[in-house]
């Protein structure tokens, strides 16, 4: 028999309602679009928010996929977020190992500085950026894009690989320096692997903001072919009649992946979260 007073028994109720509540606003938007994209054009247009279509159709895939090549974009968004994270998190690792261990007083102030110029707003940047990328003749590539993108990633990850560069105890390293270990081996070697799971959720999270960027991807990119996805998804919205179900199949392709990745791995990034706050 339960011993709970009723008094804690209301209020766990309430609390586990307000979460399902909280939960399903959440949700709803996702599973709103992935229903939308199997719906028939008609039936969409007819009644936006039905909420079951009366028949399945993958017309709107077909269409995305096959008229519009939008594979295209989500690999020119993947090559461009990797390209840019790989190069943030070998950076941003060097820079926050030597922050700690060889400048400490003055790094400290000059990560503050750092994360300081990632509350820019990106509009600020954004006609400066074009034109420098004019001047070196980089619009319409990839490396306009990456540059671009490290201006904001790099700031953000030096910041938060500092803290957890900070968790590696300082006899660990000084005793493998003892035994004949090189600078660059302790950091290789002993640092790094320990704060693996930081550099980890860093990388990700460098990878979804540059997955979904989309002010930089609209200016320096004009082609067809070499357009991320998020640039591809707003120009289906400039036709002369909207087509929702594109729209939807397309909207579907970019966050469903996202979803189930993040979904995934969101275990290993709290954990490398808590562990960079913990000191």
Known sequence: MSTRNPATLAAT?????FLIIVSIAFVFPLVWIL??????????TADPLSVLPSEATIEHYRTVIVDLGFLTNLRNSVLISLASTAITIVLATLAAHGVVRFFPRVGRRLTRI????YMFPPILLAVP?????IQLNL?????SLILAYLSFTLPYAIWMLVGFYRTVPLEIEESAAVDG?????????ISTPIVAPGIAATAVYTFINCFNEFLYALLFISSTERMPVAVALYSITGAEVLDWGAMMAASALVVVPSVVFFMAIQKYIAGGLTEGAGK
């Open 139 to 143: 619009i319409n590539t990839y490396a």
């Open 129 to 133: 950026y074009a034109t420098i990328m």
């Open 114 to 117: 750092l994360i300081a110029t």
């Open 35 to 44: 229903v939308s994209s199997f719906t028939p054009s008609g039936e969409l």
């Open 13 to 17: 109720t309430a609390r586990h309602v």
């Open 181 to 189: 270990a090189t600078k660059l081996r302790i950091f290789l070697k």
